[in-house]
């Protein structure tokens, strides 16, 4: 399943790149924080629970993978492409075609909140 917030905000790459990351998520989101670095990866804190979770710097922007997720959510942020190259396009998949509606309510609450972060942050 796939689920997207268009932000109407204008930033770069290189401006997504040094403010999001794993220490400053907390300034982003609630349900989602730092807890331990492990050199390329983190621990963090999520509504659903404790996960290792990868962070990228990517093209356009980065990217939140919680590895040991059944779901195996990922979130990115990025700047510069469809379908809006002006604004913050926040993407986030899952690797199911079917959840729950309690579940898809919680991803859209998680991704409100990345929502409201992004806005109140740039």
Request: one cysteine or more.
């Amino acid at each position: 399943m796939e689920f997207f917030r268009i932000i109407d905000k204008q930033v770069t790459e290189e401006i997504l790149q040094t403010s999001i990351n794993p220490q400053s998520i907390e300034d982003f989101t609630e349900s989602m924080f730092f807890l331990e670095d492990f050199n390329t990866n983190f621990s963090g804190g999520t509504l659903w629970g404790e996960f290792n979770i990868s962070y990228d710097k990517i093209k356009g922007g980065v990217r939140f993978t919680l590895i040991d997720c059944p779901n195996a959510l990922s979130l990115t942020i990025t700047t510069g492409f469809p379908p809006e190259r002006e604004k913050i396009v926040l993407h986030c998949t899952i690797n199911r075609t079917q959840k729950p509606t309690e579940f898809i309510e919680e991803v859209n609450e998680f991704l409100d909140e990345w929502e409201l972060g992004l806005n109140n942050q740039f």
